[in-house]
């Protein structure tokens, strides 16, 4: 009987550690995400005030994909830079006021890591003749060690909102 009670007691203890473990895990990313979707609320809000600090935000080598029409895949931080440059040269924007974030996972895993991804409207206005537009997109980001972009994505129909306001 003895033999019963140290097999259940040793298994007990390692289901105690494992379980430390796992919610220290899980509350450590749940930090994270917290830390990350405020960064990207803060980065929609630079780029709805036309004043982003690419550097802040965006590691070296981060991949930027998006839906719009003739898509040539990828585009680099500079390009990505210059785009919104010729956008706010005649646009302005403005972003749903309450967006609710949802964790990403990570897509080889399917284990949530921090990442951020949300649905939101987004509004479009040509400051040349005032016509404005409002359109869905979906978003994710994923981040690095240090909290900055490493990927970014995006899903909308871009190309035809803008075109439309012309």
Not at 1 to 30: D, H, R
Request: with cysteine; charged share 20%.
């Amino acid at each position: 009987m003895a033999k019963y009670l140290y097999i259940l007691m040793f298994f007990l203890f390692f289901s105690c550690q494992n379980n430390e473990k796992v919610n220290t895990n899980n509350e450590n990313l749940s930090q994270i995400f917290k830390k990350n979707c405020q960064t990207v609320q803060s980065y929609l809000d630079d780029f709805v005030n036309e004043s982003i600090d690419y550097k802040k935000y965006y590691n070296d080598t981060c991949e930027i994909r998006g839906t719009y029409f003739n898509s040539t895949g990828s585009m680099s931080v500079q390009d990505r830079i210059n785009i919104h440059k010729q956008m706010w040269s005649k646009y302005d924007f403005k972003i749903s006021d309450s967006i609710e974030y949802l964790p990403g996972v990570n897509a080889k895993t399917k284990q949530i890591d921090g990442s951020v991804r949300f649905y939101f409207d987004w509004t479009t206005t040509n400051t040349e003749n005032n016509k404005s537009i409002t359109i869905p997109l979906y978003m994710s980001f994923d981040f690095d060690d240090e909290g900055k972009f490493v990927y970014l994505q995006f899903f909308g129909d871009i190309s035809s909102a803008i075109s439309s306001l012309e």
